[in-house]
Nanobody, 124 residues
């Protein structure tokens, strides 16, 4: 399993932007599906975005489509989540996750590596 570490969270006003980063360790990163999930207080962890190993396939939750963009740099072992036009309801702890498989997935249980999370707070 890869080790993952997120950064870039913080506090921002509604309408603002943040860029989350996730650094991965492990030789299998370049062949892994990577995803972003989030968990708001009192709610279950939910899917945000995912990307296959070479970036050719991406998928987003309807709630973030058109506002968030997932990207990766396999040479740097990095995954990013650019978040624009942030809303109060985007407030959550955001997690980077990795999956040792070819196909993307929106299911929490399909991912076998997780970071510790980074907190995003959006004020209205």
């Amino acid at each position: 399993q890869a080790q993952l570490a997120e950064s870039g969270g913080g506090s921002v006003q509604a309408g603002g932007s943040l860029r989350l980063s996730c650094v991965a360790s492990g030789r299998t990163f370049s062949s892994s599906v990577m995803g972003w999930f989030r968990q708001a207080p009192g709610k279950e962890r939910e899917f945000v975005a995912t990307m296959n190993w070479n970036g050719a396939t991406t998928y987003y939750a309807d709630s973030v489509k058109g506002r968030f963009t997932i990207s990766r740099d396999n040479a740097k072992y990095m995954v990013y989540l650019q978040m624009n036009s942030l809303k109060f309801e985007d407030t959550a702890v955001y997690y980077c996750a990795g999956r040792q498989a070819w196909g993307i997935s929106t299911s929490v249980s399909d991912y076998d590596s997780w970071g510790q999370g980074t907190r995003v707070t959006v004020s209205s």
